[in-house]
């Protein structure tokens, strides 16, 4: 089960966590939502997904991810992350 989160970044941007792994999303279309790995940038992450965006179920599985990742590398990172974000606006 997929669980998407609004503001489920310090990004401000919407998040979708599945099967212990997150998401960001990336693009909208008339039919589809576009998500990306969180790791993405940091580890050159090519995952991807797709939801319908009427019911946000999967329309296309997501692709083998080539990050390493676990709850609390997310955590972690979600920390490190805010300070930075405090840091650069204060
Ligand atoms: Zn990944």
Known sequence: MATISINGTTK???RLDIDGFSYIKDRI?????YWRC???SSQNCH???HTCII????????TELSCKT?????????FDEQIVYRALNT
């Open 29 to 33: 279309t008339n039919e589809k939502t």
């Open 70 to 78: 676990d709850g609390t590398a997310i955590e972690l990172r979600k």
């Open 55 to 62: 019911t946000n179920n999967i329309m296309k599985p997501a």
């Open 47 to 49: 995952s991807r997904l």
């Open 38 to 40: 969180i790791n993405y």
């Open 12 to 14: 401000q941007k919407a």
